[in-house]
Structures are given as structure tokens and as C-alpha cells.
């Protein structure tokens, strides 16, 4: 099929028992009428023409229309070879990391699907064989993230689902080097609806992914300047992780004092986005308008009260302290 030979691994095993497909054109289109439905980023960031190919995921009647705006906008899609059910992370807000119940899918039970959109016909087909056939770093090639970040995610992922219910926060946080880092590779933003990349950079500090971040975010002031703006303004923040309390976005703070010991952040509870705004933590935030980032990096205080929390400091560079 003409496929560039660099873009594959050197390996793409195929199990001894292969895989249960059922393929028709209602598996690979979809059944039923399109509804109208709006495109995410990384979509239309493939009909820009910055991306090869992108994938995304939802229940089939929202894939399904997905499918048919890619169609109407000269791109190629198809649907994903199984189908699976959604699992919500604890503290995120609904956000979903991780599913079960994982079957070759059956056209029309409004499962959760996959949907690849690709600007090439042979693209789209490489990907399908890619999530039939688990090959998880070549199909990271093909959405165009980094090899380091495809690598990391492999190594990482089993660790992520056993311990972190499938996200990858902890792990980067752990292999990057000192904050601040680059708004633009602020994957945190995903648990509000706002990012410039869609994989998880292998650090924050992934000169690859801000690379990549600052691609998008260079067509977006061109194409969609306002979403452009709305995004500087909120990924350039501190974000406070907790892995059961909830993800806090600190929206408009300022990081007052950064001497390597401690980070004390000055902000607006009123402004902040939280996914979880009735846990202990929320409630402690709304309390006051201080935080001090812990010197182990692992725990967050305000005022009197500490939480097990990471404060990953992300900023624009008028906002980075010295």
C-alpha cells in the first residue's frame, strides 16, 4: 500500500490466536442518522492540514456523526474494531481514563467507539490495524506524537492502570525536571475540555511536545483566535493534582516565592476549575487564596490543612518566578 517505511516499528507482533473482527460497512461507518455534532480539536486540526491523522472516542452515535463530518470536510474516517464501556476516574469529574467490558464491536448498541480521522485513505487503514492489533506505538506515530512520548506511554501505561486508574499525570510528574513548564504541553487541561495535544508527553518538559504544542497553537491563532486566547489564558496556570480529591486548575494565579524548596501560589477561588467540588480539598481551596507546594513535591497546604496532592506549575514566561 506505498506505506513510508520509518513510520512503522521495526516489530508489530500479531498474537498466536490474532483478534475477533467483524468487518462490514457498519462496523467500519456506523448505522443510523448523523447528528450534529461538534468536531474536537484534534480533528479539525487534521482538516487544518497539521495533523496526519487524529483519534478520538465517544458513544457510536456521536462517532457516527463525528464520522460524517470528516467525510462532508474531504477526510478519511472510520470506526474502531471493538467497543467498549466508559469507567469514570474517582475525583475527575466524569472524565474517563479507562473501560471495560472491551468486545469486537456490533453496529448499533451504542457502545463507546473509536474514531480515526485521517487526511490519507492509508493512514486510516494503518491506524485500524493498529488498535486491532494492539500496536500502540505505531499508531502514536501515526497521530503524529513524539517517539520519545509513544515509548514512554508503553512503558508507563500498565502502572498507570493499576495505579493511577489509568492516568498518567504521576508518572510524568516524576520523570520531569524542575517547574516551571510550558503552558502549551498543559495536558492537565483535558479534564476541562482544553489542551493542545492529546497524548501524554513522557515529561513537562518534553521539548518534542512543545514543539509539537506550539504547531497547534500557532494555527489556532490563525484559524480559531479566540479558542487560541482562552487557552493561553487557562492552560498558563498551576494545576493541583490529587489522585482521589480532584484535578484544580488554578486559573489567573500568581506565583509569589520559588526557591526550590517551596512554591506559594496567590489566587482566586472563584476563578479556579475543579473536577470534584465537593471533596475536602475543593472545600479547603475556597477557604482561603494561598497555597504552599510542599518541598517533596507530594503535598499541598492550605493554611493549616494538607492534603496528598501535586502542584505541577505551569506557566507562561512573564509569569515564572525566580
Known amino acids: 500500500m506505498g506505506f513510508v517505511g520509518s513510520v512503522a516499528p521495526a516489530h508489530l507482533p500479531v498474537g498466536p490466536r490474532g483478534v475477533d473482527l ?10 443510523g442518522e448523523p447528528q450534529s455534532v461538534a468536531p474536537p480539536l484534534e480533528a479539525r486540526l ?41 469507567f469514570a476516574d474517582t475525583g475527575k469529574g466524569g472524565y474517563c481514563n479507562l473501560g471495560g467490558g472491551r468486545q469486537r464491536a456490533r453496529a448499533g448498541t451504542g457502545a463507546w467507539r473509536s474514531l480515526i480521522v485521517a487526511a490519507d ?12 492489533y494492539g500496536w500502540d506505538e505505531l499508531l502514536g506515530r501515526l497521530l503524529d506524537y513524539p517517539l520519545c ?56 518538559d518534553c521539548v518534542a511536545s512543545v514543539a509539537l504544542a506550539n504547531r497547534h497553537s500557532l494555527a489556532l491563532r490563525h484559524y480559531e483566535p479566540e479558542l487560541f486566547q482562552q487557552l493561553e489564558e487557562t492552560l498558563g496556570s498551576p494545576v493541583v493534582y490529587s489522585e482521589r480529591e480532584g484535578v484544580v486548575l488554578l486559573r489567573e494565579a500568581k506565583v509569589t516565592t520559588a526557591d526550590g524548596e517551596t512554591v506559594r ?16 480539598l475543593s472545600r479547603a481551596l475556597r477557604r482561603t487564596n494561598e497555597l504552599v507546594g510542599a518541598a ?26 525566580t
Open 22 to 31: 467483524l468487518v462490514n460497512a457498519a462496523q467500519l461507518f456506523g448505522v
Open 46 to 86: 487534521v482538516a487544518y492540514g497539521l495533523k496526519r491523522a487524529a483519534l478520538t472516542q465517544g458513544p457510536e452515535s456521536i462517532v457516527t456523526s463525528l464520522l460524517n463530518w470528516a467525510e462532508r470536510h474531504n477526510l478519511v474516517a472510520v470506526l474502531s474494531p471493538f467497543e467498549w464501556w466508559p
Open 121 to 132: 485513505e492509508e493512514v486510516a487503514i494503518l491506524a485500524w490495524l493498529a488498535l486491532a
Open 149 to 204: 512520548c509513544a515509548e514512554a506511554f508503553d512503558r508507563r501505561w500498565d502502572d498507570a492502570v493499576s495505579a493511577h486508574q489509568g492516568d498518567l499525570s504521576i508518572p510524568t510528574l516524576e520523570a520531569s525536571g524542575p517547574p516551571p513548564y510550558d503552558w502549551r504541553i498543559n495536558i492537565l487541561g483535558r479534564y476541562f475540555g482544553l489542551a493542545l495535544i492529546e497524548h501524554f508527553p513522557c515529561r513537562y
Open 265 to 280: 501560589v496567590q489566587y482566586d477561588p472563584t476563578l479556579s476549575l475543579l473536577t470534584d467540588d465537593t471533596s475536602d
Open 296 to 321: 517533596d513535591g507530594k503535598h499541598v497546604e492550605f493554611g493549616l490543612q494538607k492534603f496528598e496532592a501535586h502542584l505541577i506549575w505551569f506557566a507562561r514566561d512573564e509569569q515564572c518566578v
